[in-house]
Every structure is written in structure tokens, then in C-alpha cells.
């Protein structure tokens, strides 16, 4: 390593500054009590003054301490290297190790072939830094090269270098590749091992990873707690509870509590199993907890669909003063859809903005899918145009909002757009695209969309592809085409199929088709009470009471219950919760006082309540008061009282609007000034000024 007078690095350093009783021998100043830039310069100068920076070695530790130590020092390391006349292996070496480390790998990439050309060799030093540069590029095609160059060498694929050449194919995506390398090596070590892991982790191998580990097993070498943690994370990937537990029993057994990345795996483990009480004792157990077990917990409980458990959990992180991360905020932005908690997800939206955090694009489709799931559309659709990257997700969840929300048309738009955008839709943007048409009775465009689908972009038509042309079919009371479609269909028609028919019978009357739809359901589904509700449903609308009454004694005597319903309103930030004829909720006899009012005001302006789908059971007057106590109707009534008016109200039910809660809400948007958003098992209804945006088309 010969240097050329220096200039550039020195060039302002005052010498007054410059270090007294230098030592003969600088390393372990230069390496140990350098500690920034103007101790560099300091020391640089001085090794200029005294031509120290001439001796090979000195200047190696020089270039060593400003290219890896020092802090924000890479660009003063390459002023240091370009004036080497000579730079050997090592100085390269350095320098390519140096740019890896500081998020520069293009430029450790770029000097790789400067090194060949300057006739300076590789070592096995050289290759694991530059394969590590490689794979931070994703440039597998250099990558490739230099394993060529490796074999080329006869250097042995041993430790890091075998190691570094698994990890560069696996975060390239050439995962065979990878295990090809592992299954070469003459010896593997728990590192080359946990690259593996590592690879079929990044590229959600689940069942390769646990068969592998099963076979490291085998093999008698020990692992380690990445390991642990790697194959734990397949464990909950793939619901393998007892491989899962069997690393839990492990490192209590072997007394690896302490570490809390380790029990942060199991408790995720365990909550993706579905072993959320488990998850909860040891999440509970935990001393200090940092952001990562917080998420992993609040992740568990939302992926369980146990969202109102999520968000209160995720008031405990509030309280604890520790700040979440994009994984907590996704995760409780996913709890806000489901339970149409909108003022806790536009709290996550303003701590988003305040902290300036990367609008990425799993927080920003989480964002875009919340806002959606809560009515608010036109939020949506901005924070999606904000959002500096999309993929087909975050397309497919607007276009699922848009149809949900009775825009299909805006929807199919944004369909348009986005092949205009060179982003090709996938099987579950058909499904929301479809769904769109169903919303707002666009047949033709259905068909259309139905044949193109395969024909276009080669995507088979799934299950739900074909639910979705028979729901289009039966929504436009084109019943006989829809069940002649089920009958044409490649696969065997599924439950939702014959139910979704079942459902439009309802809407049109159609009692023969109706009939043959439950046949098909009892077989399939036989304790599903909705079916028998549909059928009963069906019966009393064409007058056919007894026969009503016939379907649902047939469920009392099979011990079929109907699922009732509940509605979810949120107010003040609290989720209250709803069920029909319920008086469980604290102001229950406030809230059925205002019911009875607001009843009494929705009666004055014309509405005659519709007892159809009410129970048969019951006298004329009991059915009244049970159609008046659904409990959508509830939640109305007790925003009402709870909120200022004019604030529009959101209610989220998890069945369909009946009929009866449809027509009143309508009535009640024009007597009370209020919009009205409700969220039902199938749709968003906007309903103002007395109109609903489903056209009562539902």
C-alpha cells in the first residue's frame, strides 16, 4: 500500500490540534480512541507531518478506523483511498466492507471490478463483503459471477463464505440456488444453517423451514437461539402447535427466558395458533416489554378477529409510554376496520403525520383498507393517491372499498387506472372488481370482466368468481340464469354459492329455486341458521305463513339457534356494542326510552314498521316491538342521544340490514338531520336525506 502526498483530507487542520507524544506504534489510538471525524483529521495530519501515513500499516488502520468506526466518516475513508497510489487486498477490502455497511453497496459493488482490473487479488475476505453488498442490491447476476470466480479459485464454500453466498441467493430470490449451495458444503456450521433459515424465511418457505430444521435435528448440530427464533416464526406461520411448543418447553428447560426477542417469538407463536390465553400469561409475565412484544400481542388478538381486545390492549402500550411501530400501527388500524373505530384510526393516522413516519405500502393499504371499512371513502381514496408505492394490494383493497361503498362505477374506474399503471390485477381483484358490478347492477360489464379474466390474464376462475356471477345474476332478478350457471360450473358448488342464490330467491319472490337452494345448503351445511332464516324468510313474504312457521320449527328441533344480531357503534373513542331485544348495557333504559322517541318521531313522518322478518311466534304487537328493538336501531337511538347533532353516525352489524331497520333509517336521516353509515355483512349504506346510496338495491 503506497500513498501519494495527500492533500484533500488534511488540507484544513489546524496543527494546533495536532496530537502530543504521538506513539511509535498508532493502532490502538487510530482504532480505539478515534472516535469522529476531527479526531481523524487531527491524526491524519499528523501521520503526514511525521510521513507515518508512508508506512503500509499505519495507513491500513487509518483507512480501517474512518471506513468502520467512525460515524459519517466513509466519505473521508474514500478521500484517504484515493490517495493510495497502490491500494492491496486489504485496503479494498476495507473499503468494500466499509460502503456495505454504511448503505452505500453500489459503490462496494463498483469497486469489485476496479480491483480485478487494477490487478490486485481476492481473498476470502474479499468475497463475503461483496456478496453482502450483492445481496442488499438484489444483483444476483454480479453474484453469480463471483461464485464463479470462487469455484474458479478453488476456494473452499466454508464458513463465511458459504455462509454470505446462501444469504445473497435467498434475498435474490433464487432460493433453490440457495439450498443447492447448503446441500454442497462439506461442512455446515449453525451460521450456514441459519442462512438458509433465514432464506426460506425471507421467502415464506414455511414448510421447507420446519422440514429443515427437522433434519438439522437429525444431523446433531446445535442450534442456536437465531434458530429458535427463525423456526418459531414458521411454527406460527404454518399453526404448528406442537413443534412450536416443543421450542417453547426447550428454552425453559435450557433457561433462555432472559432473552426477550426469544419469548417475544413464543408468545407470537402461540398467538398465531390460536392459543391466545397462553400468549396473554406469558405476555403478562414479561418484565419490561419493548415495542416488538407490545405488537406481537395486539397482532395476536387481531388476526383472532378479537379486535376490541386488540384496541384496548393497544390503550395499556398508550399508557405504558411506549411508542408504537409500522407493525403495531397496521395491526391496530386492522382492529379499527373491523369494528368501525374510526376515531382511534384517525388518531393512527395523525401520530402517522406528526411523526412523519414513510407512508409505506403495508401502512398505507392499512390506511387506505380502514377508512374504507369505516365509509369514509374520500379519506381513502387520498391517502391512496398519497402513497408514493402501490402494489395490487393496496389497488384491490380501493376497489373492494369502492364497491362496498355503492361505487361501483368509480370502482371500475380505478380498475381501469390501474392496468393503465402497468400493475396487473390478481385472482382477489376480480374478486372486488366483480363485487363492484354486484353493488350497482352492471351485468354486462360482469360478463365482460368474468370471460377476461382467464382469457386476458390467464387467472382461473375460483369459488368466488363464480359466487360473485351468481349474486350479479340474482341481484338483477335473472334467477334462472344464475342457477343454470351453478349447474355449468367446473367445481362442485359450495355453500356460499347455494346460499347466495338462496338470497336473491328472497329478494324476488322466487319460492321453487328457493327451495332447491336449501336442499343443497342442509346437505352441505346442515346447523347453518341463516339458511333456514332465508327460506322462512322467502315463505312469510309470499304469505305462506305455515310454511314459515314449519321451517323454523325444523330448526328449534335440530337445536338450531339463529345468530343474533349485534351492532358496534363507536362514541368518544369507546366501542359500545348492541344486540337485538338486549338489555345488558348499562343505559339500557335510557337508550330503549330513546328508541321509543325516536320511533315515535320516524312514525310521524310516515313509517309504518314492516313485521315480515319478525318472529312468527309472536302476536302482531309483540312483532312490532321486536322488529322496533334490532339492534341497529338501538345504537341509532343512542347516538342520538349521546352525540351533538349533526355528527354523522357510524354503525358496523354483522348480519344484513334487514328490511324494517332499512326503511326506518332512512326516515330517521330526514326527521333527525343526521347521516347515517351503517356497515352490514355485505355493504356499506349511506344513508341521507332520507335516501340510501344502495339505491335499495341490497
Known sequence: ???????????????????????????????????????????????????????????????????????NAMQYAASIFNEIDRPDTSAYNVMIRGFT????????????????????????????????????LGAVDEGEQIHAQILKMGILLTGFVGNTLIHMYANCGKIKIARKVFDGLTERNVMAWNSMFAGYSKGGHWEQMVKLFMRMQESGVGFD????????????????????????????????????????????????????????????????????????????????????????????????????????????????????????????????????????????????????????????????????????YSWTVLIQGLANNGQGKRALEFFNMMQDKNVPPNDVTFIA???????????????????SMSRDFDIEPRMEHYGCMVDILGRAGLIDEAYQSIQNMPIQPSAVIWRTLLASCRVHKNVELGEESLKHLVKLEPMHSGDYILLSNLYASVGRLEDAMTVRSRMKKRGIRKTPGCSLIEVDGVIHEFLSEDEMHTHSKEIYRATEDMLGEIKSAGYMPNTVEARFDADEEDKEVSVSHHSEK?????????????????????????????????????????????????????????????????
Open 225 to 392: 437461539e437465531v434458530t429458535l427464533i427463525s423456526v418459531l416464526t414458521a411454527c406460527g406461520r404454518l399453526a404448528d402447535l406442537e413443534l412450536g411448543k416443543w421450542i417453547a418447553d426447550y428454552i425453559e428447560v435450557n433457561g433462555m427466558q432472559k432473552n426477550s426477542t426469544l419469548i417475544t417469538c413464543v408468545i407470537d407463536m402461540y398467538a398465531k395458533c390460536g392459543c391466545l390465553d397462553v400468549a396473554r400469561r406469558m405476555f403478562d409475565r414479561m418484565g419490561p416489554k419493548d415495542v416488538v412484544a407490545w405488537s406481537a400481542m395486539i397482532s395476536g388478538y387481531t388476526q383472532a378477529r378479537e379486535c376490541k381486545e386488540a384496541l384496548d390492549l393497544f390503550h395499556e402500550m398508550q399508557a405504558a409510554n411506549v411508542e408504537p411501530n409500522e407493525i403495531t400501527l397496521v395491526s391496530v388500524l386492522s382492529s379499527c376496520a373491523v369494528l368501525g373505530a374510526l376515531e382511534t384510526g384517525k388518531w393512527v393516522h395523525f401520530f402517522i403525520k406528526k411523526r412523519r413516519l414513510k407512508l409505506t405500502v403495508p401502512l398505507g393499504t392499512a390506511l387506505v383498507d380502514f377508512y374504507a371499512k369505516c365509509g369514509s371513502i374520500v379519506t381513502a381514496i387520498d391517502v391512496f393517491r398519497k402513497m408514493p408505492v402501490k402494489n395490487v
Open 101 to 136: 455497511l454504511n448503505q452505500s453497496p453500489l459503490e462496494a459493488v463498483l469497486l469489485y471490478p476496479e480491483m480485478l482490473e487494477r490487478s490486485v487479488p481476492p481473498d476470502e475476505f474479499t468475497f463475503p463483503c461483496i456478496l453482502k453488498a450483492c445481496s442488499r
Open 1 to 71: 500500500m503506497a500513498f501519494a502526498t495527500p492533500v484533500t483530507p488534511a488540507k484544513n487542520v489546524n496543527f494546533r490540534t495536532a496530537i502530543p507524544r504521538f506513539p511509535e506504534n498508532p493502532k490502538a489510538l487510530i482504532l480505539q480512541q478515534c472516535k469522529t471525524v476531527r479526531d481523524l483529521n487531527q491524526i491524519h495530519a499528523h501521520l503526514i507531518k511525521t510521513r507515518l501515513l508512508f508506512n503500509p500499516s499505519i495507513a491500513e488502520n487509518l483507512l480501517e478506523s474512518a471506513a468502520l468506526i467512525v460515524p
Open 433 to 451: 372488481v366483480l363485487s363492484a358490478c354486484s353493488h350497482v347492477g352492471l351485468v354486462d360489464e360482469a360478463r365482460c370482466l368474468f370471460t
Open 634 to 698: 338501538l345504537a341509532i337511538a343512542f347516538a342520538l342521544i349521546r352525540t351533538p347533532p349533526g355528527t354523522t353516525i357510524r354503525i358496523t352489524k354483522n348480519l344484513r340490514v334487514c328490511l324494517d331497520c332499512h326503511n326506518a333509517t332512512k326516515i330517521v336521516t330526514k326527521v333527525f338531520n343526521r347521516e347515517i353509515i351503517v356497515r352490514d355483512r355485505n355493504r356499506f349504506h349511506h344513508f341521507r336525506d332520507g335516501q340510501c346510496s344502495c339505491n335499495d338495491y341490497w
